[in-house]
């Protein structure tokens, strides 16, 4: 099961420490930012023992490997505007559209090549960790972290497991994981609301 703890990002939000089994958080709230749903147990799991145990896996070789999985793909294919994807990533985790300044700059990075998606998506979220302007941003991404751990660690406690599930069960698992988020602001009275909804979302999972 993933643990909050001070880890290598050394702040924190919320009261939560930005780092989960001492690697940053931001490497596994991947399916947070880019399809702005709390993460299923088992892949939240295979990210942290990749970067646990192999050297060569980075947060840009995990968010590669997050934007290879199918399901990513579909929402995000490679022939689709660069522009759906920096909307996402501004609307998941931060609730907002991008302003005119940043939605400029991050087509000018991805049209050019410069950067590639992958690379945004941690660019975007360690920017804002450091700058004092996205601070009600932050505490929305903090937020949405904390409830996506408890939404996790609740399945582990209930053996509800993704890998074992029908195609119609994930599919209902994913939309509980996006329910679960939707009324989140940087108001931590709304983390708490949404932890607490997790028990009747998972009702249904639980034998």
């Known amino acids: ?52 145990t192999d050297p060569s896996w980075t947060p840009t070789t995990v968010a590669q490997s997050f934007f290879d999985q199918p399901l990513v793909e579909q929402q995000y294919p490679a022939e689709q505007s660069n522009d759906v994807l920096i909307e996402a990533l501004y609307q998941n985790p931060f609730g907002r559209s991008a302003d005119t300044e940043g939605l400029a700059y991050w087509q000018g990075e991805l049209n050019s090549g410069r950067m590639a998606r992958n690379q945004m998506v941690i660019a975007l979220i360690e920017g804002g960790w450091v700058n004092p302007d996205a601070a009600a941003d932050m505490a929305r991404f903090g937020n949405l972290i904390a409830v996506g751990l408890a939404f996790a660690a609740y399945q582990a406690e209930h053996g509800i497991q993704y890998s074992q599930l029908t195609d ?40």
């Open 168 to 207: 119609t069960e994930r599919s209902a698992l994913r939309q509980a994981g996006r329910k679960v988020l939707a009324s989140m602001t940087e108001d931590e009275t709304t983390r708490d609301a949404a932890i607490a909804s997790i028990p009747a979302l998972l009702e249904s999972f639980v034998n």
């Open 1 to 52: 099961m993933a643990s909050v703890s001070q880890g290598t990002c050394g702040d924190t939000n919320n009261g939560y420490a930005l780092a989960i089994d001492g690697a940053p958080i931001e490497t596994r709230m991947f399916s947070i930012a880019t399809l702005g749903y709390a993460p299923d147990e088992g892949g939240l799991q295979y990210w942290v023992s990749n970067i646990n």
